[in-house]
Structure formats: C-alpha cells, structure tokens
C-alpha cells in the first residue's frame, strides 16, 4: 500500500491482479561519472513494486499475483495507468504485463 499521513491521507491498494510499481528513473553517466543531461527516449520499462493485489479470480479460485513487495521488474512499454503523488511516478499496472523480475 502507498500511504501518506498528515497533510492528505492517501491509500493505494490494488484490485484483483494489479500491481503498483514506483517508476524508476536511470541516469546516465560517462565512463570519467558525467551525469549526461535528459534527452528525449524511452523509458526503460523498469519498476519496483510496491503494493501486490490479490490476484485474479478464475472458476471460482483466486490465482495469486507471483510478485512481492521491493521486487525490481522489467514491464511492457506503453502499459498501465500512472499515477504522481509526492513528487513520484507509480504505475498501475496488470501482473500480465510485467516480464520479468531483475535479481
């Protein structure tokens, strides 16, 4: 869950198999540590999760979500719902659009 208290009381909680994921950002750097300035790119389709929804229901059974919280994952480009709140990036996003777990 995404929670903010005093000054807006703000939770997030996915639905069924939806996942939160804080966007991250990656700086580029030179070989010498140069913070090369932004540029127009893509986004690199890389999240950590933070909040797990219960996961989807089929036939009457839940499936759970095979995700936990603090995961770095790779995501679809282009997916999900995103969502700024304090100055952050999250995403919502299905668990099928997700692709793989960094470790």
Same mark, same amino acid.
């Given at each position: 869950y995404i929670r903010v208290l005093k000054g807006g009381i703000y939770m997030l909680k996915p639905l069924r198999d939806y996942v939160v994921l804080e966007k991250a950002k990656e700086e580029e750097k %030179? *070989?010498?540590?140069?913070?090369? %300035?932004?540029? +127009?790119?893509?986004? +690199?389709? *890389?999240?950590? =999760?933070?909040? =797990?929804? +219960?996961?989807? %229901?089929?036939?009457?059974?839940?499936? +759970? &979500?095979?995700?936990? &919280?603090?995961?770095? =994952? =790779?995501?679809?480009?282009?997916?999900? %719902?995103?969502?700024?709140?304090?100055?952050k990036e999250y995403l919502l996003i299905e668990a099928e659009n997700i692709l793989a777990i960094v470790e």
């Open positions: %030179t *070989k010498s540590g140069i913070i090369l %300035t932004e540029q +127009p790119k893509e986004e +690199p389709g *890389k999240g950590i =999760v933070v909040a =797990v929804g +219960p996961g989807k %229901t089929e036939n009457g059974a839940v499936i +759970p &979500v095979e995700l936990k &919280v603090g995961q770095k =994952v =790779v995501y679809k480009k282009y997916s999900g %719902t995103e969502i700024k709140e304090n100055q």
